[in-house]
């Protein structure tokens, strides 16, 4: 098995086992069928997004951060605005700390935030 599919079958793990609610996994393209039907034998609901020539991004988890993430994620990832960026980072269960500097670089090209 590639490496690439034994990373999925990990993320597929931890979502089951409760570790994650939700993933996103960039991977080479031509092992999509393999993972939609792994998904879908398992009954996870998934969503498929373009990436770069060779490479797609699956997400998959539970059907409410997938619905969010069909709000936020409707054009290619690298084109998000700073706000639906930060929104995705947060549903992924990224670090909020993490999170909020990425977003206060994204906003004022500096990479702090002023405020109180």
Not at 43 to 54: H, K, L, R, T
Not at 74 to 86: H, I, Q
């Amino acid at each position: 098995m590639p490496i690439e599919m034994k990373v999925l079958m990990n993320h597929i793990y931890e979502y089951q086992k409760g570790v994650r609610q939700m993933v996103l996994y960039t991977f080479n393209r031509r092992y999509a069928d393999f993972a939609i039907k792994r998904l879908a034998n398992q009954s996870i609901d998934y969503m498929v997004c373009p990436a770069g020539e060779q490479t797609i991004n699956l997400f998959f988890g539970c059907k409410e951060c997938l619905d969010a993430v069909r709000f936020v994620v409707n054009k290619p990832l690298n084109t998000l605005s700073p706000e639906e960026d930060f929104m995705l980072g947060a549903l992924l269960g990224y670090d909020i700390r993490r999170q909020c500097e990425r977003y206060c670089k994204r906003k004022t090209r500096r990479g702090t935030c002023t405020g109180c």
